[in-house]
């Protein structure tokens, strides 16, 4: 990587900027990279470097001063971030904590953060399910947002590109509704998600299980082991960071990959201030940082600018891009930009018992977490009185008990010799969300940050549709478990606030008309030609599926284009 | 003598707490540092007393050699409302009048308090999670596979 001689414009001045290094930033520079460009990587947080930033990952459970249990003190302070299932000891370095970047709830929202190299690529969840044209002719054919500018065929040869390097591990299930992949072979079902996929698939036609689709290396083929990464090791301590480089992330696998074309310069610590417009040339012509440290402010320049930098926070950096031409943020004649933020709706689980297979165990970990059950409600026409549906993850494990109401000896034993129990079971939902203009992102006019950045007011609330579904996802998952032979059946309704599935899409949406959409179908600002967005803030509609997977092939499929036309002096 | 090596090895820390073993010629602190609740090297040798009448030494060592007294202060320390932490230190300074006494008399002192009493539940609760999450639980009894490299999900149990 370039060492950073900030003294002359020229030295400022690269082929292509990419803001942010998370999952989608990753993939924008290695494709930069790949094709030749002086990349100039800028990401807010801190460096971490693969391996020998990742200071837990080998730690065994004793030797967490708390066990892996946050301290009370931090959990008072940071009320948001302490709601994540991931915030503990363990990987609580890696995540943003409320007071560092405060930001205003209009509503509840609760913004989950990692501002690091790799963001929130080493933290994710590393579901990888392909969205499929159910997806995207979702808002055309039940009439809301607007029509996504593309269809599967436009993404399918991006989400072969992006799985083969990525390392999917998945089953070929021939579902149109959820397409195969390039896939390494996938995780079994355990032997009550087994019996469970087939009671289901018996008595519902249209309603599969299947193994969840996984961005583990389950069998390491050449061009994972040229990464320096080898097979999944069922650590399932993900969030540490992975020494094997077993999962997917920016960290182990892009950020590297474009560092060894020599066309890389990583720059952490740079909080990005805004876009630069150039109202004579009609085009962006670099980025403004402030260096997080010193509070200095510096310009960037480069020909084409990819804004990487997760959903919102898209969003923002957009909205106070502010010129002459655009006032109101950069590329935003449609006054879309900070509307139609959408999310996915986690608020519902259930789970049960399974008193069958009792002479079953299993043994090791499992990274792919079980089953996943693809979107079957309103997915050939509209059943339902709420428009959409939901994706479904289910999961049975087998754990020991251990008697705990004794003391001294009896306790002793009991704790030394754990009994089985019966299975257990759970499932949580993931609907999709309608994207409207009243859920929204966007500027204060005093408050701002350390950083003379204006803080964020998030304004974004579940509706009808929402609670509808969710009532439907408890009733069908009850029913379904009840038709099984599930017992002690418990719904869990939690209504935890938005921005906890983390997963907020939308704000800089993909569409045909410029006049109600920000972007075209190459992920291309439609007014301002040089600028991209890939994260995903470009994202029309939510579908039910995770999104991660969809903003790598987007982010690949972008740059392409991108290059061609640098190449072709269109942009 | 394997067991007597790993008892050893468990003195020198007590699961990331690391014991001060300088002398200080103060002899009432305790021998970690706490931020929040004071408890003196007399509280510390009370808690050894109860959390080894929760969890004695059989063939295996219990909770006292296994420091987990030293655990329950940290976590009460640093783990806990400053309510609960309170009610935990007037519900240690009651105890007090076991201390000395029989681990079947202290047990049933603690049993006389009941589950709902939380003096008593944050204490077993905190002596379990101690010596569950041990290294020598974990490493001797119950074996913790930081890399299990495998997962077979239909595994037959052997009766």
Not at chain 1, 57 to 76: G, S
Not at chain 1, 188 to 210: C, D, G, H, M, S
Not at chain 2, 1 to 24: D, E, H, N, P, V
């Amino acid at each position: 990587m370039a060492f950073l001689n900030i003294d002359s414009q020229k030295d400022r001045t690269y082929d292509a900027i990419v803001v942010g290094s998370g999952i989608s930033g990753g993939w924008s520079a290695k494709e930069l990279c790949e094709r030749g460009l002086k990349t100039l990587v800028l990401e807010r947080g801190r460096d971490v470097q693969h391996i020998k930033d990742y200071p837990t990952t080998n730690m065994y459970p004793w030797e967490f001063e708390h066990r892996n249990e946050m301290p009370y003190q931090i959990k008072q302070d940071n009320p948001v971030v302490s709601k994540c299932y991931a915030f503990h000891e363990d990987a609580a370095h890696f995540f943003v904590k409320d007071k560092e970047h405060p930001y205003i709830q209009e509503k509840p929202f609760d913004w989950i953060r990692g501002y690091q190299v790799g963001g929130k690529s080493l933290l994710w969840a590393r579901q990888t399910q392909r969205w499929s044209d159910f997806d995207f002719e979702g808002p055309a054919r039940d009439s809301f947002a607007v029509d996504w500018p593309i269809r599967y065929a436009d993404l399918k040869p991006w989400y072969d590109h992006v799985e083969r390097f990525a390392g999917i591990a998945g089953d070929k299930d021939g579902l149109p509704e959820l397409p195969d992949g390039e896939f390494l072979p996938g995780y079994p079902l355990n032997v009550v998600e087994k019996y469970f996929k087939q009671a289901v698939e018996k008595k519902y036609t249209n309603r599969k299980v299947i193994s969840a689709r996984c961005a583990h290396i389950s069998q390491p083929q050449p061009i994972h082991i040229q990464q320096g990464r080898t097979q999944c090791q069922n650590r399932t301590l993900c969030q540490r960071g992975c020494p094997f480089g077993g999962y997917f992330s920016s960290n182990a696998s892009t950020l590297p990959w474009a560092a060894k074309t020599g066309n890389l310069t990583l720059r952490p610590d740079s909080v990005v201030h805004s876009i630069l417009y150039d109202e004579q040339k009609g085009r962006a012509i670099g980025v403004r940082v402030i260096d997080r440290n010193t509070k200095e402010e510096i310009d960037f320049y480069a020909k084409v600018i990819f804004v990487n930098a997760a959903a919102i926070n898209t969003n923002l950096i957009l909205l106070n891009s502010i010129s002459n031409r655009f006032p109101n943020g950069l590329g935003n004649d449609s006054d879309t930009l900070g509307k139609y933020v959408a999310f996915h709706n986690y608020s519902a689980r259930i789970y049960a018992e399974y008193e069958g297979l009792l002479d079953y165990k299993v043994e090791g970990r499992n990274p792919a977490g079980g089953a996943y059950i693809p979107r079957f409600r309103n997915l050939h026409t509209q059943e339902t009185d709420y428009l959409r549906g939901y994706a479904a993850g289910f999961g049975a494990y087998r754990s020991s008990h251990s008697d705990t109401s004794g003391l001294g000896e009896d306790l002793k034993n009991s704790l030394l010799n754990p009994k089985l129990g019966n299975w257990g079971v759970g499932s949580h939902m993931m609907g999709e969300t309608i994207p409207k203009a009243s859920n929204y992102v966007a500027l204060d006019v005093d408050k701002k940050d350390e950083w003379g950045i204006p803080l964020l007011k998030i304004s974004i609330d579940y509706d009808e549709n929402d609670e509808k579904m969710k009532k439907d996802y408890l009733d069908t998952m009850e029913e379904m478990f009840v038709n099984v032979g599930f017992t002690n059946i418990r719904r869990n309704d939690s209504w935890q606030a938005p921005g906890l599935d983390i997963h907020e899409m939308g704000g800089v949406r993909m569409g045909l008309d410029p006049k109600t959409s920000m972007l075209n179908k190459w992920n291309q600002l439609h007014a301002v030609p040089n600028v991209f967005v890939t994260d995903g803030a470009a994202m029309t509609s939510t579908s039910t599926q995770n999104p991660s997977l969809t903003y790598m092939a987007f982010s690949a499929r972008s740059v392409d284009f991108a290059v061609s036309e640098l190449r072709k002096q269109n942009i | 003598m394997k067991r007597r090596s790993a008892i050893k090895q468990l003195f020198i820390l007590a699961g990331g707490i690391a014991i001060a073993t300088s002398c200080t010629g103060d002899r009432k602190k305790s021998s970690i540092a706490l931020s929040k609740v004071d408890f003196s090297k007399a509280d510390e040798d009370l808690l050894g007393e109860l959390v080894e009448s929760i969890i004695p030494e059989t063939d295996s060592p219990g909770a006292k050699a296994l420091n987990l007294h030293l655990f329950v202060m940290k976590m009460v320390d640093d783990c806990h409302s400053l309510e609960d932490q309170t009610v935990f230190v007037e519900g240690l300074k009651k105890a007090k009048s076991v201390k000395g006494k029989s681990p079947q008399e202290i047990q049933q002192y603690l049993s006389s308090l009941g589950n709902e009493d939380k003096f008593f539940s944050i204490l077993k609760r905190r002596t379990i999670m101690g010596y569950q999450n041990s290294e020598y639980v974990m490493k001797n009894k119950i074996i913790y596979e930081l890399v299990p490299g495998r997962y077979d999900g239909a595994v037959k149990v052997s009766s």
